[in-house]
């Protein structure tokens, strides 16, 4: 049976043509994916990942830029022995920081850890990889433990409340700079969410309380009277936590405080308090060196 003349017409303008496979992966692809990976110094029999909102340099290391982040990558380094990744060093080892984003995650809260054993792999959430560490403590670290709730709220409602520039946001969670004002918007929907904030302190969030408002400046009086609050509760407990040095685990989770919201919220009404202690600021970065 013969083609119709128009159809044919139509195939012989437009003739057939075979092309190659298109490459899963591009070398520019690969490239931007390697450039989210920061690696340790060392090897393990296993190797792990971990998934961080972004890195910041401090003396040469390349450390998570929020507390909590910071604060895994120093415990999985002490942990594994390793030392913590140095800006512009060539090793490649099968344990790293890589930039990610919140919803990587099931809860879309970080850090999420990637362990791989032999051909196997698990993914541990945030909440997953806290229960891991502080199941180890016992006796009264647990209760010095218990201080840190403040602090890490007294965080929250720092990024809140406090008039944070679009660099300091960058700096803390990579938000991209051509899409700031939509990644900004969504950021500050996704904070009262993490570590069951919003569970914890429903009262702050009443049907007056809007994310978008931090974009125009004006902040929930619920939410800046209970910040005023937690920052008298954390200038006291500081005292306490700075001088506590019977666990390893604590002192350093109170260095990946000190530092990140030195580095990061310095001008803020938390970051002066951090800055009140200097000399334990000073233990801290030269720990950091250390690490």
Same mark, same amino acid.
Request: contains cysteine; negative net charge.
């Given at each position: 049976?013969?083609?119709?003349?128009?159809?044919?017409?139509?195939?012989?303008?437009?003739?057939?043509? =075979? %092309?190659?496979?298109?490459?899963?992966?591009?070398?520019?692809?690969?490239?931007?994916?390697?450039?989210?990976?920061?690696?340790?110094?060392? #090897?393990?029999? &296993?190797?792990?990942?971990?998934? +961080?909102?972004?890195?910041?340099?401090?003396? !040469?290391?390349?450390?998570?830029? &929020?507390?909590?982040?910071?604060?895994?990558?120093?415990?999985?380094?002490?942990?594994?022995?390793?030392?913590?990744?140095? @800006?512009?060093? &060539?090793?490649?080892?099968?344990?790293?920081?890589?930039?990610?984003?919140?919803?990587?995650?099931?809860?879309?809260?970080?850090?999420?850890?990637?362990?791989? /054993?032999? &051909? =196997? @792999?698990?993914?541990?959430?945030?909440?997953? +990889?806290?229960?891991?560490?502080?199941?180890?403590?016992? !006796?009264? $670290?647990?209760?010095?433990?218990?201080? *840190?709730?403040?602090? %890490?709220?007294?965080?929250?409602?720092?990024?809140?409340?406090?008039?944070? #520039? =679009?660099?300091?946001?960058?700096?803390? *969670?990579?938000?991209?700079?051509?899409?700031?004002?939509?990644?900004?918007?969504?950021? %500050?929907?996704?904070?009262?969410?993490?570590?069951? *904030?919003? #569970?914890?302190?429903? /009262?702050?969030?009443?049907?007056?309380?809007?994310?978008?408002?931090?974009?125009?400046?004006?902040?929930?009086?619920?939410?800046?009277?209970?910040?005023?609050?937690?920052?008298?509760?954390?200038?006291?407990?500081? $005292?306490?936590?700075? /001088?506590?040095? $019977?666990?390893?685990?604590?002192?350093?989770?109170?260095?990946?405080?000190?530092? /990140? +919201?030195?580095?990061?919220?310095?001008?803020?009404?938390?970051?002066?308090?951090?800055?009140?202690?200097?000399? %334990?600021?000073?233990?801290?970065?030269?720990?950091?060196?250390?690490?």
């Amino acid at each position: 049976m013969k083609v119709p003349p128009p159809i044919k017409a139509v195939f012989d303008a437009f003739p057939l043509a =075979s %092309y190659p496979p298109v490459p899963s992966t591009t070398s520019e692809k690969q490239k931007a994916v390697d450039s989210c990976k920061f690696y340790y110094t060392g #090897t393990t029999n &296993d190797n792990f990942q971990l998934g +961080i909102h972004n890195v910041m340099e401090v003396h !040469g290391k390349m450390i998570p830029s &929020d507390p909590i982040c910071c604060f895994y990558s120093l415990i999985l380094a002490q942990k594994n022995n390793l030392k913590i990744p140095q @800006r512009n060093s &060539d090793v490649k080892s099968g344990n790293c920081l890589v930039v990610v984003s919140p919803y990587s995650a099931v809860d879309n809260q970080l850090p999420i850890l990637i362990e791989t /054993t032999g &051909d =196997s @792999r698990t993914i541990n959430s945030s909440s997953a +990889i806290g229960t891991l560490i502080t199941k180890k403590l016992s !006796g009264k $670290d647990v209760v010095v433990d218990q201080l *840190f709730t403040s602090l %890490y709220d007294c965080w929250i409602l720092c990024l809140l409340c406090e008039d944070l #520039t =679009s660099e300091t946001l960058h700096k803390i *969670f990579h938000v991209d700079v051509e899409t700031a004002s939509l990644d900004t918007m969504d950021l %500050y929907h996704q904070i009262p969410l993490w570590q069951a *904030f919003k #569970t914890r302190h429903p /009262t702050l969030f009443d049907a007056h309380y809007n994310p978008n408002n931090h974009l125009l400046g004006r902040n929930s009086g619920a939410l800046q009277s209970y910040y005023n609050t937690k920052l008298d509760d954390v200038a006291n407990e500081l $005292d306490l936590l700075v /001088t506590y040095k $019977d666990s390893a685990v604590i002192t350093t989770k109170l260095l990946a405080y000190f530092v /990140t +919201i030195n580095e990061t919220l310095a001008s803020t009404k938390l970051g002066q308090i951090i800055a009140a202690h200097p000399a %334990y600021l000073a233990e801290c970065y030269a720990q950091i060196q250390r690490i």
